[in-house]
Every structure is written in C-alpha cells, then in structure tokens.
Nanobody, 117 residues
Framework: QVELTESGGGLVQAGGSLRLSCVASGSRGVAVGWFRQAPGKDREYVAAISWIGGTIDYASSVEGRFAISKDNAKNTVYLQMDSLKLEDTAVYYC????????????WGQGTQVTVSS
C-alpha cells in the first residue's frame, strides 16, 4: 500500500505559478497521477508520470502550462503550474496507480489551489 501526502497549494493571482509536491511512502505503484476537483464538478485528470522510464501524460486543459516531474530518490512527484487561470481553482490530489489493477487506488488528502483575479 502506498501513502501519499500532497503539499504546496495556496492562493495565487491569475498568471502566477505554484509547485505542488506529492511524497509517496511504502511500495511504489506504476505511476503517480495528479487529479483535481473544483466545487460542484467531477474529479478531473491533470497529469501522470511513471516511476520507471518517466513516461508523462497531460490533460489537454493543462498541457503547455503545467509540468510534471519526479525525484525517485525522494519518492516525490512534482506538479509545476504556470500561467494559472481562474478555472484551475480546485483541490488537487495525487494518486498512485496499482501494478495489479492499473487503477489509481491510493490517494492523498488533497491540497487547495485558489487562483484569484
């Protein structure tokens, strides 16, 4: 089982930047994904990176503005968010993808990102 802890959220003006961190403890999965959920909306996939090989994928809504990276030695995955927009406001979660089910089955507690005008 993987335990995940996010940090780095906060309040930022539109056009600004934030970097989120996700520290994984316990056994690693295949990959770590970032998701977000805005009030009244469904959870949305943001980006993912594999621990081995570093394969990266982005949602079209963030590609070119967000960058996901990892530090295997620190068991940490980062999400650098630049050119933030009002619509990026959400609670951001990281999750671990299971080797056996290929589902994201371990989740962090979330970190709030609020973008103001």
């Amino acid at each position: 089982q993987v335990e995940l802890t996010e940090s780095g959220g906060g309040l930022v003006q539109a056009g600004g930047s934030l970097r989120l961190s996700c520290v994984a403890s316990g056994s690693r999965g295949v990959a770590v994904g970032w998701f977000r959920q805005a009030p009244g909306k469904d959870r949305e996939y943001v980006a993912a990176i594999s621990w081995i090989g570093g394969t990266i994928d982005y949602a079209s809504s963030v590609e070119g503005r967000f960058a996901i990276s990892k530090d295997n030695a620190k068991n940490t995955v980062y999400l650098q968010m630049d050119s933030l927009k009002l619509e990026d406001t959400a609670v951001y979660y990281c999750a671990s993808q299971s080797w056996t089910t290929r589902q994201y089955d371990s989740w962090g507690q979330g970190t709030q990102v609020t973008v103001s005008s």
